[in-house]
């Protein structure tokens, strides 16, 4: 268990488009939520859920979790963050040096994944953090939904993109994967509380547009995002169709 100043913080809005009520949906008797939070609750002692929605409220109050209520109209994870970090810390009448992001659709998240990121912030030079894990499948490569990350020598990210990146001139692509060490990155975000604040302010920048990966906003603008390896995969469900997949794959009894 984690005893820093750091708070774990768990965006879930109740509107989908693609899975409505998605944080209240059965997964094995308990709610996607609160398995969420469960896995949070292994590697954090201070962890909310960041709600949009009476019904996750009684939800998360239902099990004993603890819960802020947010704008409805954050566009982000980031900026619902960033509410709940002002919510709690007037409740709690103190403050916290770093915050957990938590995704709220993926139930099955490692504790190791979350103690991992909050190490990173043992360095007074970081910033945000997140992780990348080694990429095996030539299939992810080129699957426009899993971001690919490239890095320098000092663990620090230089660009994400949905295409493969970097681009191997001088090899058949079907060996690419094979080549050289790409990296797939995994949503899973911290950051230091007065940056969390900051980048809350700054408007969608122009790479940030064309990819849709709203960290490249932070690069644009001259933040540095550390990255640490994970040998766990992320399982996100997005869908129905996820949920029975994952229902199917037999990981509810590992």
């Not at 009476?54 to 982000?76: C, P, W, Y």
Request: glycine share 4%.
């Amino acid at each position: 268990m984690i005893e820093q100043s750091i708070v774990g913080i768990i965006p879930a809005r109740y509107a989908s488009t693609r899975f409505p009520g998605k944080p209240l949906a059965d997964i094995g008797g308990k709610t996607m939520i609160q398995r969420v939070y469960e896995q949070a609750s292994k590697a954090l002692t201070n962890v909310y859920v960041a709600i949009d929605d009476e019904r996750i409220l009684n939800t998360v109050k239902g099990f004993g979790g603890k819960a802020v209520m947010t704008d409805t109209a954050h566009q982000s994870g980031t900026d619902r963050c960033t509410e709940a970090l002002m919510l709690i810390e007037a409740a709690e009448k103190r403050t916290y040096d770093v915050v957990i992001n938590i995704q709220g659709d993926e139930p099955f998240v490692e504790p190791e994944m979350i103690e991992t990121l909050a190490a990173c912030f043992m360095s007074p030079m970081t910033e945000i953090a997140t992780l990348i894990k080694p990429l095996q499948k030539a299939d992810d490569l080129w699957d426009a939904n899993k971001p690919k990350v490239i890095i320098n020598p000092q663990y620090e990210a230089i660009y994400f993109s949905r295409s493969p990146i970097p681009y191997l001139r001088q090899q058949p692509k079907e060996v690419w994967h094979l080549k050289h060490n790409y990296y797939l990155h995994i949503g899973l975000y911290a950051y230091r509380s007065d940056i969390l604040r900051q980048i809350s302010t700054l408007k969608p920048s122009n790479l940030e547009l064309a990819e849709s990966l709203e960290q490249l906003r932070w690069l644009e603008n001259n933040y540095k995002i550390t990255v640490r390896l994970s040998k766990h995969d992320s399982i996100g469900i997005d869908s129905p169709e996820d949920l029975e997949r994952v229902l199917q794959s037999g990981l509810l009894n590992k």
